[in-house]
């Protein structure tokens, strides 16, 4: 079975399981993406990033959390995800004071939605890994960029840059 390009991509209509700091309570709910989009007549920024509290994933989030306020004045909520699970992103928002929702792929039925697991060249061994990626969708859920092979650094910035 072929690959899906990017173009191709859609908003998937499976549950994920999903955690946010709401006033400093944590929030556990599930999410339909393309239900979301469609509820909140507004766009999505979906991000993959490896691993909670890495150096990089940190930095990613944490620009994420520092410029959201300008996501949401261009009509964008922006959603992380990781195979880490639940328990896991919640120690992350609260030890990074992150405002943005992280959803929980224990079982890589959205990495592989999206086509974001690779594989890696680790020391000279080959591994599957999840390759940093993210995916804009406008408030109709039709898929306007697709970046993969992200550097962390500084991304929300360029994301910004590109949807200004």
């Keep these: 079975m072929a690959k899906p390009t990017d173009e191709m991509i859609t908003l998937p209509n499976f549950p994920m399981p999903m955690v946010q700091s709401i006033d400093d309570d944590m929030v556990e709910s599930e999410i339909v993406l393309d239900q979301f989009v469609e509820n909140m007549d507004k766009g999505l920024i979906i991000y993959f990033y ?3 509290n890495t150096p990089g994933c940190t930095t990613q989030a944490t620009d994420f959390t520092t410029k959201l306020s300008e996501f949401d004045a261009l009509g964008y909520e922006v959603i992380g995800v990781s195979r880490d699970s639940i328990e896991s992103h919640k120690k992350f928002i609260e030890k990074h004071h992150l405002q943005i929702a992280l959803i929980s792929d224990t079982d890589e039925k959205l990495c592989q939605h999206f086509d974001v697991i690779k594989e890696k060249n680790m020391y000279g061994k080959k ?3 999840l390759v940093r990626s ?3 969708f406008d408030k109709n859920g039709t898929l ?3 970046q993969r092979n992200l550097r962390a650094k500084d991304y929300a910035d360029r994301l910004l840059d590109t949807l200004s």
């Design 50 to 52: 490896p691993r909670d």
């Design 127 to 129: 591994t599957l890994g």
């Design 134 to 136: 993210a995916f804009v």
């Design 144 to 146: 306007t960029h697709a």
